[in-house]
């Protein structure tokens, strides 16, 4: 099971719609990173949010932390076909640090 | 910079063959990382590492091994290879404190016939 819920699995949207991805959990997060990974490569950072109830905007992505720190959304405006991709969020743990990711959700984007 | 390097980029093992997988990062970080991710999952959790000399079982440690003698290099062991261990696995390094970004090498690809 894993310890971070995403939701939807899949998205598939039109160039220009916006869309949100759901990151849920029981535990309580000191922090939680979204990360993007393209087909043949390993996940990259896109944001670390680490304040309950912070709200992070990059460009047309904004990410959102709740504010018992337990779930985290990612929202895009206008999404445009770059934005294909898997989204994984992850989440520190308070005693150790260990990161754990979420099952992700595929975005596609159709021009 | 090198960032997070990773041996080989792809494996094709028989059933019951053993093989260690390489991850070396040159960024000085305390905390490493290996998991495995199956076709259009997420990543799940193998080991992990604090530092030199110590280890920790993370969510999917079963038919693995690993050791931590440096604080450069995160070596991950398959005994007895099953084909359920076909996938992609990743390492990944961290500087540890909370928040901090971690850095994933290329991927190993392994397939167990």
């Known amino acids: 099971t894993q310890l971070l819920e995403q939701s939807p699995q899949f998205l598939s949207i039109q160039e220009g719609e916006n869309l949100t991805v759901y990151c849920n959990s029981s535990?309580?997060?000191?922090?939680l990173q979204w990360y993007r990974q393209e087909p043949g490569e390993g996940p990259v950072l896109l944001v670390t949010v680490v304040t309950g109830g912070e709200v992070k905007k990059l460009k047309r992505l904004t990410f959102q932390f709740g504010d018992a720190r337990k779930d985290s959304s990612l929202h895009i405006t206008a999404a445009q076909p770059g934005d294909t991709g898997l989204y994984l969020c992850a989440g520190d743990g308070w005693a150790d640090y260990k990161l754990s990711f979420g099952a992700g959700t595929t975005v596609t984007v159709r021009a | 910079n090198a960032g997070v390097t990773q041996t080989p980029k792809f494996r094709i093992l028989k059933i019951g063959q053993s093989m260690t997988l390489q991850c070396a990062q040159d960024m000085n970080h305390n905390y490493m990382y290996w998991y495995r991710q199956d076709p259009g999952m997420g990543l799940k959790l193998i080991y992990y590492s604090v530092g030199a000399g110590i280890t920790d079982k993370g969510e999917v440690p079963n038919g693995y091994n690993v050791s931590r003698s440096t604080t450069e290099d995160f070596p991950l062991r398959l005994e007895l290879a099953a084909p359920s261990q076909t996938s992609v696995y990743f390492c990944?390094?961290?500087?540890?404190?909370?928040?901090?970004?971690?850095?994933f090498g290329q991927g190993t690809r392994l397939t167990v016939v």
């Open positions: 535990s309580v997060f000191s922090s």
């Open positions: 990944a390094s961290s500087p540890g404190t909370p928040g901090t970004e971690a850095f």
